[in-house]
């Protein structure tokens, strides 16, 4: 997904606590990264915390606007790039 305004944070839990790994805001894109790409379960979860309005698009969609556009290959790799 791509975030068009608002908030959302990444968080997982462990032994019964919540722990936050980001926070993703207005421009940037929201994932579980490991599912997203090896499309299995997500261990972590995804949480709007503002009024949030989120673009999505499906796993073949997304590979294929990939493909076909440098603005957005150039998006998701500076995304990339912050979160790691």
């Given at each position: 997904g791509f975030i068009k305004k608002?908030?959302?944070?990444?968080f997982y839990n462990r032994k019964g606590d919540e722990f936050t790994r980001w926070v993703s805001f207005e421009g940037e894109f929201i994932t579980s990264l490991e599912s997203?790409?090896?499309q299995k379960p997500a261990y972590e979860n995804i949480q709007?915390?503002?009024?949030t309005e989120i673009l999505f698009a499906e796993r073949k969609a997304w590979?294929?606007?990939?493909e076909?556009?440098?603005v957005?290959?150039?998006l998701w790799l500076k995304n990339l790039e912050q979160l790691y």
């Open positions: 608002g908030a959302c944070r990444f997203f790409i090896y709007a915390i503002r009024d590979y294929d606007l990939f076909e556009n440098e957005m290959r150039s």
